[in-house]
């Protein structure tokens, strides 16, 4: 069974950073690209970034690029969101996504809020 357990999540002040984790397990994680997925409060799903499956290849979507990188550690079976100068706008819960065989899966999701 696949299973994504994000992680790291909290409250954090405009410009400050957190980490996020998810941890897979079910399948071989080294075989399949990542993704970050969040949600803002009343809004749809909006995608965040993406690793292919070796981590030599990243894309972000504009609203946090140069703020946030993504990585992997396929040694692990882990993947991470650093989010540096965090604003309110960030404010979501963050799914780690991923698709196997045109099913996608996700995690519960972790809560980040960026407030003073």
């Known amino acids: 069974e696949v299973q994504l357990v994000e992680s790291g999540g909290g409250l954090v002040q405009p410009g400050g950073s957190l980490r996020l984790s998810c941890a897979a397990s079910?399948?071989?994680?080294?075989?399949?690209?990542m993704s970050w997925v969040r949600q803002r409060p009343g809004k749809g799903p909006e995608w965040v970034s993406e690793?292919?499956?070796?981590?030599?290849?990243?894309s972000y979507a504009d609203a946090v690029k140069g703020r946030f990188t993504i990585s992997r550690d396929n040694a692990k079976n882990t993947l991470y969101l650093q989010m540096s100068s965090l604003k309110p706008e960030d404010t979501a819960v963050y799914y780690c996504?991923?698709?196997?065989?045109?099913?996608?899966?996700r995690g519960q999701g972790t809560q980040v809020t960026v407030s003073s």
């Open positions: 079910g399948f071989t994680f080294g075989n399949y690209g």
């Open positions: 996504v991923t698709e196997i065989s045109s099913i996608l899966h």
């Open positions: 690793i292919e499956r070796g981590g030599g290849r990243t």
